[in-house]
């Protein structure tokens, strides 16, 4: 089975970029056989490239952007503590509380796909700097004593929606930035640095905000975007825009719809694009941790404890994929290490003591590190002209089903109970990797083929 569009056998500019980038690494492992051949001793399969962490941090741009990651995060979960205090001692409304902190999670759905296309457009570095400093801004404003809430929620949408260009700009950087194998552990420090800011944010920003107080808190936020700005223009290399070869700058509706078609009309994107979303089942655990741990008898720690337990799994998970397995291993385990990610969690279903559920969703983060896995092989399969705006789409697609598995999450645990609302989440959920699984097996090799070069079977994707 191909992996080009069942709509018809013409190859587009990105399918026909795919073939060139597999062809030339074709011709690379057939001459480096031949000269095997000629040296009967040695191994007819030369091994798989493999890099290192301390490789990927000798890299001085990675090391830039990481640490500019790391301000945002730390910056970012101050913010989110900061702002849930400072709206409920203004309106003493949990409602209000709520809508204030879901709005850090719609503007990426609403504007993530468009808004994505400007790091296609433009140089992605000059992306990065102008979100960083247009987040000061609006950051530095919420800071205002008196701000009025909705200015306040005004202005936390526009800095949310800001933090979407950035980071697929971020994103589509990274391969040019970290080449092969590298990529792929880059994107583990990333991932492992986002779970920890999870596991570790919250209880540090209620430490900073009790010190500082909300205010201040917002105004180390705007700081810390400040700083990660002057990193990035410091630090990282100036590149030209990746559709510098074009004749005239397309509008940025067209470069978005192009990303659109890009993933929709290719089989492989697809299929690592449903690998992503297949997070909107497993997530629902963590949506349900509150009312769960009321069902175990817990109070405020057992929470904590529920909440923590996938994204330490997931650390352990990511750490083991990256630094373990071989870039083909990692394509090959993806669709069972997806099957993972849910299987456990139908466990709950037997309401099971506190030990055993932790051990449980543990088991789903580890299993839910394919994701790593899943947006590496996506990432380096674009088009550099589409990575940007087809990254934002991926992204965007996460948040909203995301957001959409906790809703239904919660409407089914309001009537059967969180156990049971969990249960049926890792069912569904393992119900739909298992699907996806069995199509990978089909379509699986033409990444692998890419990644080992291998000679006798190197179609195109």
Same mark, same amino acid.
């Given at each position: ?90 309106? +003493? ?203 175990? +008898? ?164």
């Amino acid at each position: 089975m191909t992996g080009e569009s069942r709509t018809g056998s013409r190859t587009g500019p990105d399918q026909a970029w795919l073939r060139k980038e597999q062809a030339q690494t074709a011709g690379q492992a057939r001459a480096g056989q031949e000269v095997q051949a000629a040296h009967p001793g040695r191994h007819r399969t030369a091994p798989e490239e493999r890099a290192s962490y301390r490789e990927v941090f000798a890299i001085g741009e990675f090391r830039a952007i990481w640490t500019a990651q790391v301000l945002s995060y730390a910056g970012d979960q101050f913010a989110q503590v900061a702002i849930a205090v400072l709206v409920y001692g203004r309106t +003493h409304s949990p409602f209000l509380t709520a809508l204030a902190y879901a709005l850090t999670y719609l503007p990426p759905i609403a504007g993530g796909p468009l808004l994505s296309g400007l790091a296609d457009l433009f140089p992605r570095r000059r992306v990065m700097v102008a979100c960083d400093m247009l987040r000061v801004a609006t950051v530095g404003l919420m800071a205002l004593p008196g701000m009025p809430f909705a200015a306040l929620c005004v202005l936390l949408f526009f800095t949310v929606l800001t933090g979407a260009p950035f980071s697929s700009a971020r994103t589509a950087l990274l391969p040019d930035i970290l080449p092969g194998d590298r990529f792929v552990l880059g994107s583990a420090v990333g991932n492992i640095t986002y779970q920890a800011s999870q596991i570790l944010g919250f209880v540090a920003g209620a430490a900073v905000v009790g010190v500082l107080r909300p205010n201040m808190t917002l105004g180390l936020d705007a700081v810390s975007f400040g700083i990660s700005a002057l990193i990035i223009l410091t630090w990282v290399k100036a590149r030209p825009s990746a559709r510098r070869g074009q004749a005239a700058r397309p509008s940025l509706w067209s470069v978005s719809a192009e990303g659109v078609r890009v993933v929709f009309g290719h089989r492989v994107l697809l299929t690592l694009l449903l690998f992503g979303w297949l997070a909107g089942f497993y997530i629902v655990p963590e949506g349900l941790a509150a009312p769960y741990a009321r069902s175990l +008898h817990g109070g405020p720690l057992t929470v904590g404890l529920l909440m923590a337990a996938m994204p330490m799994g997931m650390v352990v998970g990511a750490f083991l994929l990256s630094r373990v397995a071989a870039p083909s291993a990692r394509i090959a385990m993806m669709g069972w290490l997806a099957v993972l990610s849910c299987a456990p969690l139908i466990g709950c279903v037997w309401s099971p003591p506190l030990w055993a559920v932790l051990l449980l969703w543990a088991i789903a983060g580890a299993g839910a590190a394919y994701q790593l896995a899943a947006a590496s092989a996506f990432v380096q399969a674009l088009n550099p002209a589409n990575r940007a705006s087809a990254f934002g789409l991926a992204q965007s697609g996460l948040y909203a089903v995301q957001g959409l598995g906790v809703l239904a999450g919660g409407a089914i645990a309001q009537e059967t109970g969180a156990p049971l609302a969990v249960g049926l989440a890792g069912l569904v959920g393992l119900t739909a990797a298992t699907l996806l699984a069995i199509s990978w097996t089909h379509v699986r090799h033409q990444l692998v083929q890419a990644q080992t070069a291998g000679p006798s079977d190197a179609t195109a994707l």
